[in-house]
Structures are given as C-alpha cells and as structure tokens.
C-alpha cells in the first residue's frame, strides 16, 4: 500500500514569507508526528496529533510555527515569518496507534533565504 | 525527559564482515522503547529494529540484532555479513509511551567493497 507522502519535496523561500508542508499519512493511522532535521543531525520532535487533536505541541520552537490536521488525516505544517534559520528538512510519520512503528514520508527540505 | 547519545560519529567495515554501533540513553519513563533507524542520502527514514524495554529478550531481524542492556542504558546494534547496501546514516532513538520518538546524533556507516 502507500507510505506516507509529503509535498513539495523541496521549497525555496524568501525570508519574512509564509510556507505551508503538507504530509499525507497512511490511511487509517490515527497517531501522527512532525520532526524536523537540520543538516548532519538527528530529528527532533515538532508536534504530535492523536486523530485530529494536537496532544503534544512542546517541540514547536516558538509561535511562528502551526500545525493543523483538521479530519484526523492530512496534516499542515505551518511557518509564518521564515526566518533562514528554519531551513531543515521537514519530516513526518505516521502510526497505527501512539504505540505503533512509525512510518516516514521522504521529507520536505526547506530553504529560507 | 529523554536523552539519547551515538559516540561513533563514523564507523567503516569490509564486505561480509560485522559491526557494531553503540548507543546509550536516559529516561525517566518506565513504559518505553527503543529503536534504530536507518537513512541512506534519499534521506527516507527506515525502521531496521526496535525493542521493547520490558521485554529482556533481544531483538533480531535477520542480519541485525541488538544488545539491550536495561541496567547500563545501552543499546547497541550489531550488523552480519554487511553488505554495500547498508551503507547509510543510523539513528538510536528511543519513544515516551505515546511514540514521541528522540533520536541520537547519528553515526555514519560506511561498508567497502
């Protein structure tokens, strides 16, 4: 069946402008994770959505960054204000349960200029 | 919280041959587990093995297996009989009880011909 998906694959923007990463994850997977992943590093955890709530938001790094998965499927990750130091790749997985193996989209590498 | 550390920042081995990569962590959960993921430069993260602290028994997927050992936090991976295609990033991370994942700095593994 399909993984999970994320579009674009790579975004170039502009400092100071608005950017949205959406990630589809495998159907029927309820838990759903946002990680972001600067060069030569580890992930490190974003945000964590159990159906369509928002159950851990403690890695957002400021107000800066939304995330929004509003029928408990597609999730929108959003940065208002890039700054340059945003650019990271920009992944997300999906579970079955919070308990679940998570699966991985390919990533969306983003770069603020 | 979660604290997850790779020491080897690079390893290399020969064809066929084994090797082992180290990984140590904390944690204050009592449910949790442990995980190594492997990312080659497409950069899709892939699950190789994960472990579930509770259990003492260690895990094995064909030809990689860990050494879990609870008491010291560590949590090493062994790979048989290398081949080129495993030449790839690899991640220790370890998951709260609802898959909030937190992963090491990666080391680099490079298999030779």
């Known amino acids: 069946g399909a993984g999970v998906s994320q579009t674009p694959s790579n975004k170039v923007t502009e400092k100071g402008k608005y950017v949205e990463l959406r990630c589809d994850p495998i159907s029927g997977h309820t838990a759903l994770y946002w990680y972001r992943q600067s060069l030569g590093q580890g992930p490190e955890f974003l945000i964590y959505f159990q159906g369509t709530g928002a159950a851990d938001d403690s890695g957002l790094p400021n107000d800066r960054f939304f995330a929004v998965r509003p029928e408990g499927s597609v999730s929108t990750l959003k940065i208002q204000r890039t700054e340059r130091g945003d650019s990271a790749v920009y992944l997300c997985?999906?579970?079955?349960?919070?308990?679940?193996?998570?699966?991985f989209g390919p990533g969306t590498r983003l770069l603020v200029l | 919280a979660q604290t997850v550390t790779q020491s080897q920042p690079e390893m290399s081995v020969q064809e066929a041959e084994t090797v082992t990569l180290s990984c140590t962590y904390d944690t204050s959960e009592n449910n949790y587990y442990l995980f190594w993921y492997k990312q080659p430069p497409s950069r899709q993260m892939i699950l190789v093995i994960r472990q579930e602290a509770y259990k003492q028994q260690n895990a094995t997927e064909n030809r990689f297996s860990v050494n879990f050992q609870k008491a010291a936090k560590s949590f090493s991976l062994k790979i048989s009989d290398s081949q080129l295609g495993d030449t790839a990033m690899y991640f220790c991370?370890?998951?709260?009880?609802?898959?909030?994942?937190?992963f090491g700095q990666g080391t680099i593994l490079t298999v030779h011909p």
């Open positions: 991370a370890s998951s709260t009880s609802y898959g909030k994942l937190t």
């Open positions: 997985a999906s579970s079955l349960t919070s308990q679940g193996t998570q699966y």
